[in-house]
């Protein structure tokens, strides 16, 4: 007999009925009577099932018994037009092969329990739900999304390191990249002799790649990171990872309005890429957690983002305040925004996404251009409903000496950021960029709740496994 090749899931349900086929994957469930068993199969190539009708004439109890959720199969028959309902084609089984068992006393996923928290426990194994393979897909298709985006714009992928000397961002503290022996520190003049360390110096895992890629775009134009990014905060958020992925466009030539416009467009073609081309995956998180996730997603499409100065934010927040509405943390001019204010702002007041500028200079990094007044620089945070802040940027200052002088200010070296600083002294242009974090991206595409349950193998203070 001739060999067929085998036919993925997502591509069977879209076939039209009459074929001889083959399926693989793994067994969803299994019920039926002595007559007829039905089997859903799922590979993981869409959220959907295929059905597989097993006629018990033609199959032995004993194979059967050993087909249970999680085993692994592969099914030759008929695709065949289904009378139940829920599917259009099902698969009329003429022979079936079990490449795994799976024993359903030991199996994570058979049990009753599949709270998030309790997928967390084996996220070796969540991936193989409904709802994490719905995640993966969409976080797949939304990596793809960006570097079209950027493809597309002619923007240069630039690869920044996460193994760097610099802390200059000040973002967050950072984990330490050593080859020393902890046990035995050499010591030179009370101090860690870090001329003895791997890299001959003090060295750390990245909280951003800006600074290098401020390099990249004075030198092409414009460019994106798109890379992991760690930082050592011990902030247990449903918002905050230790490890997470940061997309860092960085353009030459652009002023803070070029820089709110791309960020916007951005964030609207993912929203719109995930629409058109994931409909399925979030169908199925709209309907199984979270009903208001597809109008949501669509909401921030047909609108312009709110344009606010961090100074008429306060002011709305304060007559709040005055209007009877509680924060927990005390909001005035010159404080760091909380998620809290940032969704008041968002969700409360305006009702869409919210792009924030002009902040204090003393809550945001050296590099941000200042402004005439002397007191706000141009930084830019994009706010969005249930997340707060997803995308943090800023013109960037383009006056050596403006920048010079604020590095001083700030008691931060300026021998260590000399390679930054020519950037100003040979050629400086007016430039601007942002970083989206790319988890918290996933967080509003997919509705999920918990930052921990957009990213495969998440890594959170005191959790670092698998
Ligand atoms: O606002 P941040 O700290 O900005 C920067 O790092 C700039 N260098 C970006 C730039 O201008 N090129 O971080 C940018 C974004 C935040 O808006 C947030 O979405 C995300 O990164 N982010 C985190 N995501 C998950 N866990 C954390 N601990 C995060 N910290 C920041
Ligand atoms: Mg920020």
């Not at 709270?115 to 393979?133: C, I, K, P, Q």
């Not at 002023?255 to 609207?268: G, H, Y």
């Not at 499409?301 to 002011?315: H, K, N, P, S």
Request: negative net charge; contains cysteine.
């Amino acid at each position: 007999m001739e060999k067929i090749a085998r036919t993925k899931v997502k591509d069977l349900l879209r076939m039209q009925p009459g074929a001889p086929v083959l399926a693989k994957g793994w067994v969803r469930t299994k019920r039926g009577n002595k007559q007829v068993k039905f089997i859903a199969l799922n590979d993981g190539s869409t959220v959907n099932n295929i059905q597989v009708v097993a006629d018990m004439g033609r199959f032995d109890e004993e194979l059967m018994k050993r087909i249970t959720t999680g085993a692994s199969l592969a099914v030759s028959g008929k695709l065949v037009e289904s009378v139940g309902s829920g599917q259009a084609v099902e698969i009329q089984a003429e022979s079936i092969e079990i490449y795994g068992e799976c024993d359903p006393m030991r199996y994570p996923l058979q049990k009753k329990d599949t709270s998030f928290e309790y997928l967390r426990s084996v996220a070796h194994m969540r991936l193989r739900t409904n709802t994490f393979g719905a995640v993966l897909r969409l976080r797949h298709a939304m990596a793809f999304a960006i570097h079209k985006f950027f493809n597309d714009r002619g923007f240069v992928y630039l690869n920044t390191p996460l193994i760097t000397e610099s802390d200059a961002e000040g973002a967050g503290d950072m984990f330490q990249v050593t080859t020393l022996d902890l046990a035995k520190v050499p010591v030179h003049g009370g101090k860690v002799d870090f001329s003895k360390d791997f890299f001959g110096k003090k060295t750390s895992l990245t909280v951003s790649g800006q600074l290098e890629g401020e390099l990249g775009a004075t030198a092409v134009g414009e460019i994106y990171t798109f890379g992991p990014t760690f930082r050592a905060e011990n902030s247990n958020t449903p918002r905050h990872l230790a490890e997470f992925w940061m997309i860092e466009p960085e353009m030459a030539f652009y002023d803070i309005n070029d820089n709110m416009e791309l960020a916007e467009a951005f964030v609207k073609y993912l929203v719109q890429y995930a629409l058109d081309n994931n409909y399925d995956d979030l169908k199925f998180l709209n309907d199984k957690y979270d009903d208001g996730l597809i109008a949501r997603l669509q909401s921030v499409l047909g609108i312009a983002f709110q344009r606010v100065t961090y100074t008429e934010a306060v002011e709305i927040l304060e007559a709040a305040v005055r209007a009877g509405h509680t924060f927990e943390y005390p909001v005035h001019w010159g404080t760091d925004f909380q998620s809290e204010h940032e969704r008041y702002l968002v969700e409360t007041h305006f009702g869409k996404p919210v792009i924030l500028i002009d902040f204090p200079k003393d809550i945001k990094a050296f590099y941000m251009k200042q402004n005439e007044d002397g007191r706000t620089v141009r930084g830019m945070d994009v706010l969005f409903p249930k997340i707060g802040e997803i995308i943090g940027g800023s013109e960037r200052e383009a006056s050596l000496e403006k920048l010079e002088s604020r590095i001083d200010e700030l008691g931060m070296s300026r021998k260590n950021l000399e390679w930054y600083i020519d950037t100003r002294r040979f050629g400086t242009v007016p430039h601007s960029g942002f970083g989206l974090g790319f988890e918290r991206l996933l967080l509003f595409i997919t509705g999920m709740n918990n930052i921990r349950d957009v990213i495969p193998f998440p890594r959170t203070p005191k959790n670092a496994e698998f």
